[in-house]
C-alpha cells in the first residue's frame, strides 16, 4: 500500500504582488513502512511539499493523498484529527517538539493526554519511548539538562507517541554532531523496522542517505531524480512524458534549448539537432 501518493501537485504562494509556483505538478509515491530523504537546493519546493503533507498548506492543484487522506478537501475539524493522528513532525529545532517545563516523561506523556489516552496508557507508551531511544537515565530530567542529542531523540519520541502513520523531519540531524546524528539516524531506522512508520526527512546532510531506503532529489519544484543503493541514480519520468536531466549530464552533453529524440533497440537517444 502506498502511504503517499502525490499526482500533478501544484503550490502557488504570493509574495507582495507576485504569484510563487513552488510545487510544479511534482509526482511521488512512497510505500507503507518506507524511510526515504528528500534533497534539492534552496527554493526547489522541498518545505512547501513537508508543509502540505503535514497539512498546514493546502494543494492549489493535483493530489495529495497521506494514508488514504485527501489533502486537498480537509475540513478544518478533519486536518486537526489528520495532524494529531496520521502525521509525526520533528523541528530542525527539537526545542520547538518539546516543553521546557516538563521532564521527558512529562513531554511524551503530553501529546497522548491531548489525544484522550487514560494514565496508564500514558505511563506505559512514554515508558516505552524512553526505552526505545536511550532516554530512561533522563526520565526526570527536563530538555535544558539534557544533550542535543538527546533533546532531538525525546523530540521524536514525542512525535510519535500517538504512534502516527507517517514521520516527517526537517533536518533532524542539522544541529548535531556526527555522534549525535548518527545515532538519532539509528534510531528512526529502528522506529520505522519497530512499528512500520513510514519516515520522510528533508535533509542537506550526506550522512542520512545512508540511512534510507531512497533518497529524492526535487529541482523546480518536480521530483527530477531518485536513487537507491541497488539501482544507483534514476532520472524520473513523468506522466506526462518529462523528465530533468542531471545537471552534470547537460553541462558534459552541451544540449541546447532544442534537442532531437529517437527509439533506437529498446533506448532513447537525447542528441542536439544536426544544424547544430
Known sequence: MKAIECAGLVHIYKAADLEVFALQGLDMTIDDGEV????????????????????????????????????????????????????????????????????????????????????PERIERAAELLEAFKLSHR????????????????????????????????????????????????DIRSLSEREGTTVVMVTHDHEVERHVDRVLRIRDGKTSTETTAGAGELVILDPAGRLQLPKSVLEASKLGARVRVR??????????????
Do not use: C, F
Not at 40 to 68: C, D, E, F, I, Y
Not at 263 to 276: D, L, N, Q
Open 36 to 119: 526515504v530523504a528528500i534533497v534539492g537546493a534552496s527554493g526547489s519546493g522541498k518545505t512547501t511539499l513537508m508543509n502540505v503533507l503535514a497539512g498546514v498548506q493546502v494543494p492549489t492543484a493535483g493530489q495529495a493523498r497521506v494514508a488514504g487522506w485527501d489533502l486537498a478537501s480537509l475540513s478544518d475539524g478533519t486536518r486537526d484529527r489528520y495532524r494529531r493522528d496520521v502525521i509525526g513532525y520533528v523541528w530542525q529545532s527539537a526545542t520547538l517538539n518539546l516543553t521546557a517545563e516538563l521532564t521527558a516523561d512529562e513531554n511524551l506523556q503530553l501529546p497522548l493526554l491531548v489525544a484522550g489516552k487514560s494514565r
Open 139 to 186: 526520565r526526570n530530567h527536563r530538555p535544558a539538562q539534557m544533550s542535543g542529542g538527546e533533546q532531538q531523540r525525546l523530540a521524536l519520541g514525542v512525535a510519535v507517541a500517538n504512534r502516527p502513520r507517517v514521520l516527517l523531519a526537517d533536518e533532524p540531524t542539522a544541529e548535531l554532531d556526527r555522534a549525535s546524528a548518527r545515532q538519532v539516524l539509528e
Open 263 to 276: 527509439a533506437e533497440k529498446g533506448r532513447v537517444v537525447i542528441e542536439p539537432p544536426e544544424s547544430e
